[in-house]
């Protein structure tokens, strides 16, 4: 097989610190976290605020009823719902939580702490109820970062410090047996995680401009290493985005022709 050859295209200039990437199948949602907004984001480029006003907000899902879920990445942030225009604080006073999804049961997980919260670790949390529950906790240096329910309930996390401590760039959590397990491994800093419908390829960006594509047994293949600063990487209409924080700009990764 031939490998397909692929560009990266600007597809949005401009941005203020572009960061969490979700979309639903009209359009996507686009943190920016120097701005405190999350903006929307058509085919056609056509850009317009959903939310303002928000302390660096980072990570962000949206379920199928149109519900956004946002966090704030400071050291009192907040999980934000957007819905209908209007901003909601599910939960508060949250130690840099950087990412945010919701699963097959429509239970919201979040990711709080790191080195960067200055927090001696990192966790996953879920809400129960109405607040938030810590379901696992590694040291601080692993930082977890974005984190993506899968069709099967399991979590996969992102290490924000993989490459600095151990190489684990993705784990696995089950939440049924709460287990953390290794996924996959050779992703620097990874940041940013989406999962494609049927749950593979995986994508994976690492900080340092680079993203990769990584299969069902956990490999991973570098599609492109020459970006800027990375931070997340989502797939809508079978075209690969990342937002690229060293740039302000949202970029199309497609097969050169």
């Given amino acids: 097989m031939i490998p397909v050859l692929l560009i990266s295209i600007p597809f949005l200039s401009g941005l203020q610190s572009p960061d ?4 639903d199948s009209e359009a996507m949602y686009l943190c920016e976290e120097t701005a405190g907004r999350v903006v929307r984001v058509t085919a056609d480029g ?7 006003g928000l302390s660096s907000p980072e990570g962000i899902c949206i379920d199928e009823g149109g519900r956004v879920l946002v ?9 934000i719902e957007v819905m209908n225009g209007v901003c909601t604080t599910l939960a508060d006073d949250l130690n840099c939580p950087e990412g ?3 699963d097959k049961n429509g239970v919201i997980w979040f990711t709080t702490g790191g080195f960067q919260g200055g927090s001696l670790f990192t966790s996953i949390w879920k809400l129960c109820s109405g607040e938030p529950q810590r379901v696992y906790s590694l040291p601080s240096v692993f930082s977890f970062s974005d984190l993506e329910a899968a069709s099967d309930g399991s979590i996969y996390v992102c290490s924000e410090s993989s490459g600095i401590v151990g190489s684990v760039a993705v784990f696995r959590f089950n939440p049924d047996s709460g287990l953390l397990t290794p996924f996959a491994t050779g992703v620097n800093a990874c940041e ?3 999962m494609t419908d049927g749950g593979f390829p995986m994508y994976v960006t690492g900080e340092s401009g680079e993203v990769f594509s990584v299969d069902s047994t956990g490999a991973c293949s570098m599609i492109r290493n020459d970006l800027s600063t990375v931070e997340d990487v989502l797939v809508w209409n079978d075209q690969v985005f990342v937002s690229e924080d060293g740039t302000g700009s949202l970029i199309r990764i497609v097969p050169y022709e």
């Fill in 20 to 23: 969490g990437l979700c979309a």
């Fill in 46 to 52: 056509r850009t317009s605020v959903l939310a303002d």
């Fill in 71 to 79: 966090v704030e990445d400071i050291s009192s942030g907040r999980l």
């Fill in 100 to 102: 945010v999804t919701i």
């Fill in 192 to 194: 940013g995680l989406n």
